[in-house]
C-alpha cells in the first residue's frame, strides 16, 4: 500500500472537497437534493484521478465514475481512495446494482479516507463496516474537513428524514452493526410506549403510529420488524433498538441499559440513584439529578434567574448524553457509570472506540463525527435530545481558554472508556498519578499539545502562542519529556515537541 505523509493526506482530502463542489444535482421530479460527493483515488506512483457525482451520467456515483467508468481498464490494487461521503452499503441500491463499498472491495483498494457518514439512518455506518470488514482499511476526515462538507450538503443533510419516510421496502441490508437490530424475542407492539413513539413521530413528521404507512415507516428505520405470529398472521413487534428507545420497561430485556449515578462527599454517605426507563427519557432525569448536586450560585447581573455551577454543565451534559449515544450496548453487564466527587465528575461508557475511530483521537478531542448508533443518534436528532454534531468534543475543548480548566483525562478500563473532569487544576494531580508532579503551568502546557494533536511546535512557537517566558517554557518542556508525555524531535534550532501516543 501506499505510504503517504500527513500532509499528503491532508491535500488530497482538500482536493476531493474541491472535486466534491463540482457536483450536478440530480434531474429528479421531486426535486429533493441529491449530495455533493467528490472522490480522489491516488496511484502507487502518487499521481491519481478524481471524479464527482453526475459528472459524466446523471445520477452516477462518484465511486462508480472514478472505478467503472474512468478507471475500468487498470490495476488499482493497493490503491487509496479518498471519498467524501461514505461509500453506499451492499442492499442500499436496488438490483442489480452494486453498493460503492462493494466495488471498492472488489477492486482491492487498500485504504479509503471517507469524509462523513451516510446521514441516512438506514444505511448509515453500514458502508464503512463493510469495508473493515473485508479487509479494507478505513480512517475518517478531520472535523474541521468534515464541516466543510457538511455546510456544502447542507440541504441534502436536513433531507435525510424526508428520503427515511419514503424509502421503499427492501430485503434487509447485509450489515448489522449491533444485535440490538434484531427482533428481540416474546415482545409484542404493546411493549412501547404509546405516548413516546406517537411523540416522537409527530416531532419528525413521521405520521400516525397506528397507521399501515406509520408502521411501515418504523419498520424501515428499523425501530419494528415483521414477524409471523401463532395464528400465521404478519404483524409488527419491536427490535431492540425500538425497545431501548421506547420501551416501557426496556431493561427487562437490556438489563445493562440504565446509568448507575453516585454521589460522594466528605462527611456524608454516598448518594446512589439508578436512572432507567427508555432512552429517550435518560437524559432528562440524569440531568435533574446531577443538577441538584452541583455546586452552583445564583447569577443576579441579568434579569431573570440563572445558574452558574462551579463545574460548566453544560460539558457534563455533552460527555452524558454522548455515553448514551456511542455506548455498546451489545455488552452485558455493563451499564453507564457517572461519579461525582469532591476533586472529579467521573464518567464510564461501556465499549472501546468505534472504528476506524481510535483511541488517541478521543483522547485528545478531535475525533472526527462518527455514531455508534446511528438511529438511535437519528431518533435523538428528531426529538432535538442531541445537540450539532461535532459539538460535544467543541464544548470540552473549550475548558482551557473559557474556564480556565484542564481537560479531562481519558483511559480505557476495559469494558469501560472513562472520561474524568478533575475539577479545579490541583484535583488533576489526585486523580492521575502521573500528572502527580506536574504544576500548574505544566498541566497548562500538557493540554495545548493534546488539544494541537499531530502537530510539533519548537520551543519558540509555545513561547508565542502560550506568552509565557522562554526559560519556563523550556523548563517545563523538559520535565513533560522526561515524564514521557511529550516527545522531542531533533536537536538544536531544528528541535520541536508533539504529544506521546
Not at 438511529?375 to 450539532?388: C, R, T, W, Y
Not at 483525562?409 to 476495559?414: A, G, N, R
Request: net charge negative; proline share 6%; aromatic share 8%.
Amino acid at each position: 500500500m501506499i505510504e503517504l505523509t500527513q500532509k499528503q493526506i491532508r491535500e488530497f482530502m482538500e482536493l476531493s472537497i474541491n472535486v466534491m463542489k463540482s457536483s450536478i444535482q440530480e434531474k429528479r421530479p421531486d426535486k429533493k437534493p441529491s449530495p455533493f460527493v467528490g472522490a480522489v483515488m491516488v496511484r502507487q506512483d502518487l499521481s491519481y484521478e478524481t471524479a464527482y457525482r453526475g459528472e459524466l451520467r446523471d445520477g452516477d456515483h462518484a465511486e462508480f465514475t472514478l472505478l467503472e467508468r474512468k478507471c475500468r481498464s487498470e490495476k488499482v490494487e493497493g490503491n487509496v481512495l479518498f471519498a467524501t461521503l461514505e461509500p453506499c452499503a451492499p442492499g442500499a441500491r436496488h438490483f442489480p446494482k452494486l453498493g460503492c463499498a462493494e466495488r471498492i472491495v472488489n477492486a482491492r483498494i487498500a485504504k479509503v479516507y471517507i469524509g462523513i457518514e451516510d446521514p441516512d439512518p438506514i444505511v448509515c455506518r453500514k458502508g464503512i463496516q463493510w469495508l473493515i470488514d473485508n479487509g479494507v482499511e478505513v480512517e475518517m476526515y478531520p472535523r474541521d474537513l468534515q464541516a466543510e462538507i457538511e455546510e456544502c450538503n447542507k440541504d441534502f443533510l436536513r433531507a435525510a428524514i424526508e428520503r427515511a419516510k419514503l424509502t421503499e421496502e427492501k430485503e434487509p441490508m447485509e450489515v448489522i452493526l449491533s444485535n440490538t437490530e434484531k427482533v428481540v424475542v416474546n415482545t409484542i407492539l404493546d411493549d412501547l410506549s404509546e405516548e413516546l413513539v406517537a411523540g416522537f413521530m409527530e416531532k419528525a413528521t413521521l405520521g400516525d403510529f397506528h397507521t399501515a404507512e406509520g408502521l411501515r415507516i418504523l419498520s424501515q428505520l428499523g425501530l419494528l420488524d415483521i414477524k409471523q405470529n401463532e395464528k400465521g398472521e404478519s404483524v409488527y413487534v419491536p427490535t431492540g433498538l425500538g425497545l431501548l428507545l421506547f420501551g416501557k420497561s426496556p431493561q427487562l430485556v437490556y438489563p445493562n441499559a440504565f446509568i448507575r449515578a453516585t454521589y460522594k462527599s466528605a462527611g456524608r454517605k454516598e448518594d446512589i440513584a439508578t436512572v432507567g426507563g427508555p432512552l429517550v427519557e435518560q437524559p432528562k432525569q440524569i440531568f435533574n439529578w446531577y443538577e441538584e448536586r452541583l455546586g452552583r450560585q445564583i447569577d443576579r447581573s441579568e434579569p431573570g434567574r440563572k445558574y452558574i455551577y462551579d463545574y460548566p454543565i453544560e460539558v457534563i451534559n455533552e460527555l452524558v448524553k454522548n455515553a448514551i449515544l456511542h455506548r455498546d450496548y451489545d455488552i452485558e453487564g455493563a451499564p453507564i457509570y457517572l461519579e461525582i466527587t469532591e476533586d472529579a465528575i467521573i464518567i464510564k461508557s461501556p465499549g472501546y472506540a468505534v472504528p476506524p475511530i481510535k483511541f488517541d483521537q478521543i483522547s485528545n478531542f478531535n475525533a472526527p463525527s462518527l455514531s455508534r448508533n446511528p438511529k438511535i443518534m437519528f431518533v435523538f436528532d428528531a426529538l432535538d435530545l442531541a445537540e450539532q454534531r461535532g459539538l460535544g468534543f467543541m464544548t470540552v475543548r473549550e475548558l482551557p481558554e473559557k474556564y480556565s480548566l484542564p481537560l479531562p483525562l481519558v483511559s480505557y478500563q476495559e469494558p469501560y472508556l472513562v472520561f474524568t473532569l478533575p475539577r479545579n487544576a490541583e484535583a488533576v494531580k489526585k486523580v492521575d498519578d502521573v500528572l502527580a508532579d506536574l504544576d500548574e503551568g505544566e498541566i497548562k502546557l500538557l493540554d495545548f499539545f493534546k488539544l494541537n494533536d499531530g502537530q510539533s511546535y519548537s520551543k519558540s512557537e509555545v513561547v508565542d502562542k502560550l506568552g509565557i517566558s522562554s526559560r519556563t517554557t523550556e523548563r517545563e518542556l523538559k520535565h513533560l519529556v522526561e515524564l514521557k508525555l511529550l516527545i522531542r524531535d531533533g536537536v538544536g534550532r531544528s528541535t520541536t515537541y508533539r504529544i506521546a501516543k
